[in-house]
């Protein structure tokens, strides 16, 4: 059984950074697709990034691309997400999620099998 569990959450200033972790474990890391996904006060979860099961793709929402940076070591079973230049809308709980992968990456929840407990963000304006 995969078993996900983030760390890194807090509180920020607007145009500080923040770096969440994820450890991975249960299943072999490098055959799974993994994803942050987030969800903000009084909304739907939706995506933010993901990578590829080598880390040589990446996907970004719109609303983070340029400012965060989705990354993994294979060796070590962790993922992480640089999020840099913050804002106030960035606030909400971000969720690491593996999914047993195909090529390419996904925007979908639904094609993640497994999920971490999540991780609060705050960012202060």
């Known amino acids: 059984q995969v078993q996900l569990v983030e760390s890194g959450g807090g509180e920020v200033q607007a145009g500080g950074s923040l770096r969440l972790s994820c450890a991975f474990s249960?299943?072999?890391?490098?055959?799974?697709?993994m994803g942050w996904f987030r969800q903000p006060p009084g909304k739907e979860r939706e995506f933010v990034a993901a990578?590829?099961?080598?880390?040589?793709?990446?996907d970004y929402a719109d609303s983070v691309k340029g400012r965060f940076t989705i990354s993994r070591d294979n060796a070590k079973n962790m993922v992480y997400l640089q999020m840099n230049s913050l804002k106030p809308e960035d606030t909400a709980v971000y969720y690491c999620?593996?999914?047993?992968?195909?090529?390419?990456?996904?925007?979908?929840?639904?094609?993640?099998?497994?999920w971490g407990q999540g991780t609060q963000v705050t960012v202060s304006s």
């Open positions: 999620a593996a999914r047993l992968s195909a090529l390419s990456n996904s925007r979908y929840m639904g094609e993640y099998a497994y």
């Open positions: 249960g299943r072999t890391f490098s055959t799974y697709g």
């Open positions: 990578i590829s099961r080598s880390g040589g793709s990446t």
